[in-house]
């Protein structure tokens, strides 16, 4: 199946430039710009991915503050980064997310419009 033909749970939506995500594992710490967001994952920016199939911390820069989750790296794009699927995360910085994600997406809608 091609990423094309992928279907998602969750819309993704064009991050802002001011989006990073500080993200850790047992052998890498980096702070990240976030290229694309929704609330099952992200991409994130990154010369340097690690491998897929690993998990990562990540603290996610938000207007609303910062949101913890934990995630796994779910494919990687040599010298661009990586695709990552969020595996947990407390609900209330869920909540926070899915706000934020609102946001966003009217955003995004009234810049359509303007067009």
Do not use: H
Not at 88 to 94: G, I, L
Request: proline letters at 5%; glycine letters at 8%; aromatic letters at 4%.
């Amino acid at each position: 199946m091609t990423v094309s033909q992928t279907t998602r749970r969750y819309p993704r939506l064009k991050a802002p430039k001011s989006a990073v995500v500080a993200w850790k594992n047992s052998d890498q710490r980096e702070v990240s710009r976030v290229a694309t967001i929704a609330l099952g994952g992200l991409f994130i920016q990154t010369k340097n991915p690690p491998k897929t199939g690993s998990m990562i911390q990540l603290l996610i820069v938000t207007p609303r503050g910062y949101l913890r989750t934990r995630a796994s790296v779910r494919n990687v794009i040599a010298g661009e980064g990586m695709g990552v699927a969020i595996v947990s995360m407390d609900p209330e910085d869920r909540a926070k997310l899915d706000v934020w994600l609102k946001q966003l997406a009217g955003l995004e809608g009234s810049a359509t419009k303007r067009g």
